[in-house]
């Protein structure tokens, strides 16, 4: 039962990183209706660029504070995501407006194919170490219950307080905000909102500027536990069944999705996985996607879509 | 001038309705053809065969069954490398466990698994669209990919999933040169595109081309939806299944998982786009620019004096395939094929501008 | 089956028509050109249909009938629900109540397929033509019905589908004759001009060889001119072929010069129904054209 109770709770803290990186995903869905498969690469390139900076600002500096230097390096490796959303506006987003979702699907493949290949040349392609102060080691919980307690890193305790301020943050936002209204406005339908004044342009460099950040704190748990690495990509596009099941419009759906999606794969790849020789991790995530979408295409949280002719 | 259609009057409807009205384009198609079976044999370094022309048809054929199924019907597919995986292993156990099976039986039984696969896959295509679809698809590439990994039956028993095949030959002629070989895959794309094109030009093709265009209109008009986006993923799969044994058997000789995997999909669904959706003639252009290009960016610095090492030069194509692709959807969405057909019509007119 | 022929002067050719009907059909369309219009019984009848999504409430309760070869116009204000209507028809939509009976067979439901089956055409009212094709592609994809060579036939080729082929195209010239767009034949439809491009929808239509053939507001957004052609067209098929129209039209005059009968729709509801003199005179029609008086 212990060893149960610490798949699960690996799985659930593997869930959450995948949350953090659909939440960006989501947001820009949410917000300019694009199915961002650049998502991964632009955690990828956050993190590149966070761990470099790390690297190379207090060496530049000659600074000695860590913490110091940690914090300058997220604001520059900000500004950078700051830049990459408003060059995207301006040369991609603008000059497809009212396209089909299939040709944007594809302009985000292009990214994905630059970032990954300019991250690599502006940052170079070794793996980097990312330490922001998170505590790297294990925890011991339930103790008195079962012999020897249940293992827990208390990193992804970290990250998953993290991630659930993120939403609760951007949840907020959404709902509260003039922003957060322009932003469903935009999304639901780019013309309508432009003849009601809307500035598209500034909306979608807002969007994609906080999809940025969600990706470099993404960035900065992933590459702090994992090193960052071009592999980050990859594992990203898992981020595609978790908004699946969760709805392309709901963040708190990315969030449950994440942790579903964690979980099933853990246990899956535990219990089930021996039975098949094993490895079956780098389907179950898809696989359960697809039978979701057969069943229930909207996901758990996303709104149903009527089509009108 | 020269490329005037003055004087060719059609009187037949099927004449009007052949693949190449002009008679210009069809001596240029006709010398095209005497080049590629008479000339190119004799005259062609062993160097080109192997590491650009025998790819290029075979990856051409891979991206015309692609671009039948995205082009003409608009059903986004990420797991064309699992389909050419499944025709390249299908065909490798055909092969193997079956004596004296025929080489070709088993290249065409290899894409009828394909067929099979696809259809079961394309399935999901009846009730979710285009962004959906393109995570479905995911799911059968790396479904496919850990399948021929871990399930010892498929790959024979190897342990790593890798296999090979070896002394191939038709009705006793060897297919071992890159002659040879060349020739052998180039008997296959003429076939494939022939058929490939007069489908496209039927009324199967029209029905695609509808379902792609307004589905809803296609329904009024009695066009089955299913029928058209299963009867797609079918000969699409075929065509990809059969092009992914050719790659196995005639340009690898041996493979594993691997060598089918998510890059080959995005690979092809790149050439599919830059080369132009919806057109044949697109697929040809757009396997020859994604083949030529990274043999451009390696050798092209060597060239002009400035050498860069090779991992710098594998990121630069990928910022220049992506830069690419966005490049192209914003410009000419309908890519190449659309460059070069604009180019015939100024020529038609030339020299004068209108 | 209505068979497709030449306009009035060219001699008929029935052999390359589908169907032994088609001959005889086609003999009997002369009685029709003299100007007499035989209105027959009843061909498709709606009982009791309610459209809803969501909340909303497009059609309630409406019941009318439609009889063979007569010009039945639908009209009533923007919202009323009359495209609605035609989607019911159509197997677009799926209502929740009420009945459609076609020559004499009764639906719950409407299936595409079938009601193209059936002989029931139609043209959109946002014209949704297929962009990608040229003029006559989306013609041919009319007669889709009717062509039965399978997937390897069409590989091959040469033989059964190249004849089949020519066949058809023959069918569709003869409409892009009687349409008049012969010039366009190879363009793509996204280049035309509007009221071209609604003839390319209807022509579209007509391929089907329908016997009922819905319009959706074909003169939408035409000038005096491009209305008098396509007023023109639609009387020419219902007088030739024998085609019974349902027809939705904003445009009044229009609508009192060619129809027989008229349905008015307000806000989901049927509030008139007959011939075109009744329903200018009825109060109700007028009240929700004008608004009533105080």
Known sequence: MGFFLETLFGGLMAGMLYSLIALGFVLIFKASGVFNFAQGAIVLFAALAMARFAEWIPKGLGLDSKLLGNLLAFVGAMLVMIAVAWLIERLVLSKLVNQEGITLLMATLGIAYFLDGFGQTLFGSDIYKIDVGLPKDPMFLFESVFQGGVLISKEDLYAAVIAAALVAGLSLFFQKTATGRALRAVADDHQAAQSIGIPLARIWVIVWSVAGFVALVAGIIWGSKLGVQFSLSLVALKALPVVILGGLTSVPGAIIGGLIIGVGEKLSEVYIGPKFGGGIEIWFAYVLALIFLLVRPQGLFGEKIIDRV | MLYRENGQFKTTYRSDQQVFPILQDRVAIGLLLAFAIVFVPFAAPEYLFRAILIPFLILSLAALGLNILVGYCGQISLGTGAFMAVGAYAAYNFQVRIDGMPLIASLLLGGLCATVVGVLFGIPSLRIKGLYLAVATLAAQFFVDWAFLRIRWFTNNSSSGSVNVAGLQVFGIPIDTPVQKYLFCLAFVIVFAVLAKNLVRGHIGREWMAIRDMDVAAAVIGIRPVYAKLTAFAVSSFIVGVAGALWGFVHLGSWEPAAFSIDRSFQLLFMVIIGGLGSIMGSFFGAAFIIVLPILLDNLPYWFGIPIDTALASHLTFMIFGALIVFFLIVEPHGIARLWSTAKEKLRLWPFPH | ?294
């Open chain 3, 1 to 294: 089956m209505t068979a497709i022929v030449t306009p009035a002067s060219a001699p008929v050719r029935p052999e390359l028509v589908e169907g032994p009907a088609a001959a005889a059909q086609a003999a009997s369309t002369s009685s029709a050109r003299t100007g007499l219009r035989r209105v027959g019984e009843v061909i498709l009848e709606v009982r009791g249909i309610s459209l809803r999504f969501g909340g909303v409430k497009a059609l309630t309760d409406i019941s009318f009938d439609v009889r063979e070869h007569e010009v039945r116009a639908i009209i009533g204000p923007n919202g009323a629900g009359k495209s609605s209507m035609l989607n019911c028809i159509n197997g677009v939509y799926t209502p929740q109540d009420g009945s459609i009976t076609f020559r004499g067979k009764t639906f719950k439901h409407m299936n595409s397929r079938q009601v193209a089956e059936m002989g029931v055409a139609r043209t959109f009212q946002n014209l949704a033509l297929f962009k990608g094709m040229s003029v006559l592609d989306n013609i041919m994809t009319g007669r889709n019905l009717r062509m039965k060579s399978n997937l390897f036939q069409q590989a091959i080729r040469w033989g059964a589908a190249e004849r089949e082929e020519t066949r058809h195209r023959e069918a569709v010239e003869r409409i892009i004759d009687f349409l008049e767009i012969q010039a366009y034949r190879k363009t793509p439809v996204g280049r035309l001009p509007y009221g071209l491009q609604k003839r390319v929808d209807l022509g579209r239509a007509l391929a089907m060889e329908p016997q009922v053939l819905l319009l959706d507001e074909p003169m939408a957004g035409m000038n005096v001119e491009e209305k008098q052609d396509m007023s023109r067209f639609i009387l020419d098929v219902n007088d030739e072929y024998g085609t019974t129209i349902v027809l939705i039209e904003h445009d009044m005059s229009v609508v009192m010069d060619i129809s027989d009968r008229v349905v008015v729709l307000d806000y989901g509801k049927k509030i008139g129904d007959g011939t075109p003199d009744e329903v200018r005179r009825n109060p109700d029609v007028i009240s929700a054209y004008l608004g009533t008086s105080h």
